[in-house]
């Protein structure tokens, strides 16, 4: 499997993290802030949905 790094990345330093939770099985993570602007995928369950709509506060 390729290591796929993105040479953006690094100079992306104003990203912060943010809870969510699975609004399937109830699983708890983090996420970046710009995931909020899209749909995120449970690790536990595979369910997909919009982060900002599962934020935990
Ligand atoms: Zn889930």
């Given at each position: ?11 992306n330093k104003t990203l ?20 909020l602007e899209k749909k995120v995928k449970c ?15």
């Amino acid at each position: 499997m390729a290591d796929q790094h993105c040479p953006g990345f690094e100079s992306n330093k104003t990203l912060s993290e943010v809870k969510v939770k699975c609004p399937e099985c109830g699983k708890e993570w983090a996420v970046f802030s710009d995931e909020l602007e899209k749909k995120v995928k449970c690790s536990a369950c595979k369910a997909s949905f919009d982060a900002k709509t599962c934020k935990v506060n």
